[in-house]
């Protein structure tokens, strides 16, 4: 599914004991990677995690352990008095490029920190771009190394010389690759048993059937002129179950003729694509 090597064989994945008191930035894992999945980031903006992973449901599982975040503050690996990290892009133009040799500094000291099998990722819009087939993935692995980009991007021999996987968020270009890897973080972390608690179910959402999901209503039952579909109301699961596909069917169709092109191939009914 995915440009991702393929996987390592299966690996048991223990529990981190964690004292309750702990900030955001203690929550990141220091000195030992525990048993639990880990994405270890590549970055000169540090501060910017745990970010919005910290909060919520994300930020309750990094808490009770269920997986961990390290920083490897790029800036540090920085060369002479003023750590610099970047230099001009050979053959000119605009910006900077953050350098091969102290891009591979930072990389190898999380490549000796990871265990089991880790993926190593660039953040980059010119890479694959992300979706939810490659969060399954990359959950059911034992952990991430993610590279943020900044300015101009990387020297591209680091890509080379480490295999790195480009992975990209969207067709658009951002700052830096910080808010790209909290993204993928997220979307892969809310997938990991018991991460989501009984609060949201992540068999019935969008692209995880194929399928965009269905409209979702909650009380008052009018709000401004506007009523609840009344078959969801009806207490009638069997006509709640068949109004809730339809409806995922008709908005993909809508919206997503792409998506559900490969709906009708996976259902081996492909000659439906012509209505389209
Ligand atoms: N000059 C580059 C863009 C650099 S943007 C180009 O034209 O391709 C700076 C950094 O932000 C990138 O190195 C990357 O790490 C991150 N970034 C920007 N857009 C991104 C996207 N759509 N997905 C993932 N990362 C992105």
């Known amino acids: 599914m995915s440009d991702l090597p393929p996987p390592r064989p299966a690996r048991a994945l223990g529990r981190k004991s964690i004292r309750p008191s702990l900030t955001p930035r203690d929550l990141m894992a220091d000195e030992d990677l525990a048993n639990v999945w880990?994405?270890?980031?590549?970055?000169l903006m540090p501060e910017a995690f745990p970010g919005v992973l910290g909060l919520s449901l994300t930020g309750?599982?990094?808490?009770?352990?269920?997986?961990?975040l390290r920083t490897i503050p790029l800036r540090e690996f920085g060369e002479g008095r003023h750590r610099n990290v970047d230099d001009t892009p050979a053959g000119g133009g605009a910006g900077?490029?953050?350098?091969?040799?102290?891009?591979?500094?930072?990389?190898?000291?999380?490549?000796?920190?990871?265990?089991?099998?880790?993926?190593?990722?660039?953040?980059?819009?010119?890479?694959?771009?992300?979706?939810?087939?490659?969060?399954?993935d990359l959950a059911s692995r034992d952990g991430v190394v993610l590279f943020c980009g900044r300015f101009e991007g990387v020297d591209e021999r680091l890509i080379e010389h480490y295999g790195l996987t480009e992975v990209s968020l969207g067709d658009f270009v951002l700052t830096g690759g910080e808010i790209a890897a909290q993204a993928l973080i997220d979307a892969t972390v809310r997938l990991m048993p018991r991460v989501l608690g009984n609060h949201h179910s992540a068999e019935e959402e969008s692209f995880s059937s194929g399928l965009l999901e269905y409209p979702q209503y909650t009380?008052?039952?009018?709000?401004?002129?506007?009523?609840?579909?009344?078959?969801?109301?009806?207490?009638?699961?069997?006509?709640?179950?068949?109004?809730?596909?339809?409806?995922?069917?008709?908005?993909?169709?809508?919206?997503r003729p792409d998506l559900w092109r490969a709906h009708l191939a996976k259902l081996g009914r492909p000659e439906e694509d012509r209505e389209l």
Do not use: C, N, Y
């Open 38 to 43: 880990t994405a270890q980031v590549v970055t």
């Open 96 to 136: 900077m490029v953050l350098r091969a040799d102290v891009g591979a500094k930072a990389l190898d000291e999380a490549i000796a920190r990871a265990r089991g099998d880790v993926p190593r990722l660039l953040l980059s819009p010119r890479g694959r771009r992300f979706d939810q087939a490659m969060a399954r």
């Open 219 to 255: 009380k008052p039952a009018v709000w401004e002129g506007r009523a609840i579909p009344e078959v969801l109301l009806s207490g009638h699961h069997a006509r709640i179950t068949t109004w809730r596909q339809a409806e995922a069917e008709r908005l993909t169709k809508e919206r």
């Open 60 to 68: 309750k599982a990094l808490k009770e352990g269920l997986w961990a």
